[in-house]
C-alpha cells in the first residue's frame, strides 16, 4: 500500500467508528493488468498491522459481496443493461488512436479535450452493421453538455461543475470489462456507502460518476477530496518514488502507532500531537476539515514522532519488535530474552526507529580488541583489568548481568 492509500483507509475507518458506521474492504481489480495475485493479502496484511480491522470485506463476508470487483461482472451488466433501457448509454466504436488525434487537435486548438460524441449519431443500422462486423466498441454515458452538477465535499462546501467540460463517460472497455468509473460507483450504490473519502486527483471522477448517479435515479455520497500528499520539494508523492509504500515504512522500523498517529493529524490542527488510534477515534474532528489541494508529507516529523512513541513502549515489546532488525546482522541465539531486553532498554531513549538498534547495539555483538595502548593513561591498569574481563565474560554470567544493570 501507498502511504497516501494508507491516510485514506485510516480517515474512512476513523468516520465510520466514530459514527457507528461499518468499515468495509473492497479490492478494486478491474483493471486485470494491475490485479497481483498477492495483492489482496498485502493489503489485508497491512491494514491488520496499522489497527484497522474492517468489518466487511474478503476472507470475512458480509451482507453486501462479493467483495472483489472481478467477480461482480453480473451487477454491473444489469445497471448497464438499465442504461440502455432508458437510452442513456451507447456504443462507441471510436478506437484509441482515432481518441488520440482528436484530443491532439483539440489542444492544439486551446479547446479542452472533450470526446465529440461522434458514435451517438450513428443510426440503427450503421451499429448493426459494425456489431456483424465485430467491430470492438465500448459503451458510453451520454453527458447533457449545457447542464451543471452540484456535489457536497466535506472540506469544500457545494462544489459547481459544467459539464461542457467533460466527455460522455466509458464505463467499459473494449475486452467487455468495466472501468473504476462506473464499478466503483455501482459498488457504492450497492453496498449502501454514504461517504466517500479519496484523494484529490478523484474530482472529475467524481463529476462523472455524480452524472452516473443522477442517471440511475440514485442517491449522492457526500465526498471528500482528500489533499495530494507531496514531498518537501511540493511534488506529488508516486508509487513509483521510494520509501512511501507501507513496506518501505515498516523497514525503515516506523511502528504501526507513529504511521497511524502522524497520517491522522496531518493537515489538521490537533492541539495534542501524540495521539493512539483510539483517542483518534474520539476526538477526530471532520467538521474542521481544511480545503486545502495539498500537503507535505514530512519524514523529519515522522521520525519525530516514531521517536516519542518508542520511548512510550513496554520494553519487552520493544525488544521484540527490534529482533527481526538485530536477527539481520547478529546472531541472537546466545543470548536470553532478559539480556537482550536490559540492551534495549539502555538504548530506548536514543531510538528514533527500530533499524537505529543495531547500529546502537554494535559495541555489544561486535567487541573491538582494546590495548592499554588505546587510553593512555585516561584508564588505569586496575581499570582496564576490569575492562578486560568483562569482555572475556559470557554473556550470561552474574558480571554481564551487574555490567548491564549498572548502565
Known sequence: MHIGNVRAALLNFLFAKQ???????RIEDTDQQRNLEHATDSIIKHLDWLGLKFSEGPKVGGDFGPYFQSQRSEIYQQHLRNLESKQLVYRCFCTPEELELRRNRQIAMKRPPRYEATCAKFSANEIEQKLQAKTPHIWRLKVDSSKKVFFKDMARGILEFDLQHFSDVPLTREDGSFTFIFANCIDDITMQISHVFRGEEHLSNTVSQVVLYQALDCKIPIFWHLPILCNQEGKKLSKRDKGFSLDDVQAQGFLPETVCNYLGILGTSFE??????DQMTQDYKFDHLHGISQIRYDVEKLTWMNHKWIASYDTAKLAELCKPFLKDQFDLTKISDQTLQILIKSIQNDLHTLKESVDLLNFYFNRPTITPQNYGDAVSTQDFATI?????????TPEWQDFLNAM
Do not use: A, V
Not at 272 to 277: D, G, H
Open 19 to 25: 459514527n457507528n458506521g461499518t468499515f468495509l474492504l
Open 272 to 277: 495534542k500531537e501524540i495521539m493512539s488510534l
Open 388 to 396: 578486560q574481563k568483562l569482555l572475556k565474560t559470557e554473556p550470561e
